[in-house]
């Protein structure tokens, strides 16, 4: 183990910024002494956008509006997308209906894209679908796997809890369900959270990076981990997590969890320039890009305009050789490298 959760805590109350960075530089040599940076080329579709509304089918449009579906898949494999991660687009609980919408919904994909990486549903509605249909979170999982999912969503475990989320110990047991049937995931850790937009303690912080430790140690199932800054509460700027406390996160956890092979930093979500600033924070990996061109009918749903606004492959790739790396395409369960 690289550092102790002691350590980690006063890693978190140092202010040796330079000095932590160097410590998750070296074990990023260590893990990845290629010296390159890889990053995917994947498209994010709203289902309930894309689909409309249609006959509703309880929380969900009818399954025969898929057509609209397909053709965005279709379009953003064209545009060169390796998988899709699919949106749900609609709130509520689920029930035992919702997980046959799903099951057909899934089918259908995976018999149009037998190769396609499908990645769909968060922690919270597995456990929302498992509750509804009256099943355990690994039968639950299973029955989407058989229908074509390929991952769960890699969404946010908060360092703090909130009332609108899954706790800790739960979102961990549903990527232990899913790790045992033999799925790859990626964890996304959600920090300087809080109901009122407090900050979570820093203990809390070191307590969930443990947490996602020890579940790699026993299942080896984490394929990568992102740290990601909460937006600030109102949207001001003011109240944001600053750039030196996002990167102070990004080394510790990139120390820390020396057992995970991939450190992820989105482009996207952070801006290209604190993106090539993480570079040398301990990052290997820059997420993944919407497929350039894309139209409104796949990825951001009701038009392209968002789109447009996230940075291009081409962008990404001139931030990742400017910081003095190779960028690599993979695809999106990091099986494989292209070069180009």
Known sequence: ???SRKEALECFQSDDLIGIGMEAEAVRLRLHPEGVVSYAIEAAIDCATVMGDGTREGNHPAVGCAHRLFDAIRESIELGSTGV??????????????????????????????????????????????????????????????????????????????????????????????????????????FNTGETGANETLQQRVDLLSAVRQLQEETGGFVAF???????????????????????????????????????????????????MGLRFGVNDAGSVTPHGIGAKAGFGENAAAAANHPSEEDLRRII??????????DTSYRMMFLN
């Open 1 to 3: 183990m690289g550092i």
């Open 85 to 190: 991660r699919l949106v749900r687009g609609v709130g509520g609980a689920l029930k035992s209906s919702d997980m046959e919408w799903f099951e057909g919904l899934l089918r259908g994909i995976r018999q149009r894209f037998p190769s396609l990486w499908i990645e769909t549903l968060s922690a919270e509605e597995i456990l929302s679908l498992a509750n509804g249909c009256g099943m355990g979170l690994r039968e639950t999982i299973a029955r989407l796997r058989d229908a074509g999912m390929d991952s769960i969503a890699g969404d946010d475990a908060q360092a703090q809890g909130s009332p609108r989320c899954c706790s800790t110990a739960e979102w961990i047991a549903v990527h232990r369900a899913a790790h045992g049937l033999g799925m790859r995931t990626v964890a996304t850790m959600l």
């Open 226 to 276: 992102v740290p990601k800054a909460a937006e600030a509460p109102g949207g001001r700027e003011l109240d944001a997590v600053t750039a030196v406390e996002q990167l102070k996160t990004l080394a510790i956890a990139r120390v820390f969890l020396d057992n995970i092979q991939n450190i992820q930093w989105s482009g996207a979500a952070q801006g290209l320039k604190v993106l090539q």
């Open 321 to 330: 050789r400017d910081a003095g790396f190779q960028p690599v395409q993979r």
